[in-house]
């Protein structure tokens, strides 16, 4: 059983919440609904949830890309996608066998990471070399950064790893949203006919609970793309990086005191 009434309505607003994050920022309500669903549901069940609600809200985002710019990421990108995929089903069927804690501790160093390497205030010695290492955009390192991108995403629904690797290519705000969407899409249809192979939807309870609960999620993001419009990109950008260092100290935090 997922809960009561209650619950249910505390976790439909939550992917709403997480939803507006996302609308507005073009990432987030991965970590955002699922950490906090978290505290009503157990890990996995939230994992579960949120997998129709991410799959609604990045189809809605990735109309943001015309067909000539999907066209040019997905020859761009096609490498990692495809690894990122395959990562995926993995990180799956790992999922509820892997220590959460130490998974969470990682990808807050990680999030932390990525924002002192990106901020612009403070210099970093071996920044640039280092960058240059992580995010090669050769096929064989770009397959390799999606295998471990979608191993942690089918395990945790955490993308920060995914929105680190695109933000680093220096695209748009619009097609950054576009392309991060793109990636998220073809990820999370693979993970609903996975969820389904590997059990996780039980008795289908929480399909029918993940299902409902695309509307807040549509809903959310909407409203946060009418808010995005208005909000100048230096802003948005700012918001990025404070979102992230939040997140990366709550991973921390969390993978921490699971230890």
Not at 92 to 108: E, I, W
Not at 169 to 189: E, K, N
């Amino acid at each position: 059983m997922v809960g009561s009434s209650v619950v249910i309505l505390v976790v439909f607003g939550l992917v709403l919440v997480g939803g507006l994050v996302t609308g507005i920022t073009g990432f987030g309500q991965a970590i955002v609904s699922t950490a906090t669903i978290a505290t009503v549901l157990d890990p996995e069940r939230a994992v579960t949830v949120m997998i129709l609600p991410l799959l609604a809200a990045n189809v809605s985002l990735v109309r943001e890309l015309d067909a000539d710019g999907l066209r040019r990421c997905a020859t761009r990108f096609w490498p990692y996608v495809l690894a990122a995929t395959l990562g995926t089903l993995v990180g799956m069927a790992l999922l509820g066998r892997v220590s959460t804690g130490l998974l969470s501790l990682a990808l807050g160093v990680f999030t932390l990471l990525y924002v002192l390497l990106s901020q612009e205030w403070v210099t970093v010695p071996g920044k640039s070399r280092l960058a240059g290492w992580c995010f090669d955009e050769r096929p064989a390192r770009l397959a390799g950064l999606g295998v471990v991108s979608g191993a942690v995403f089918g395990a945790s629904n955490v993308a920060v790893q995914i929105v680190a690797f695109l933000d680093s290519r220096s695209l748009d705000r619009r097609t950054f949203v576009g392309v991060l969407a793109m990636i998220l899409v073809g990820v999370s249809a693979v993970r609903v006919a996975a969820a389904f192979a590997l059990g996780l939807y039980g008795t289908g309870e929480l399909f029918v609970v993940s299902a409902v609960a695309a509307l807040p999620s549509l809903l959310g993001v909407a409203a946060g793309q009418r808010v995005r419009g208005v909000i100048p990109e230096r802003y948005q950008a700012a918001g990025v990086f404070v979102l992230l260092t939040v997140i990366g100290l709550r991973l921390s935090l969390t993978g921490v005191q699971s230890l």
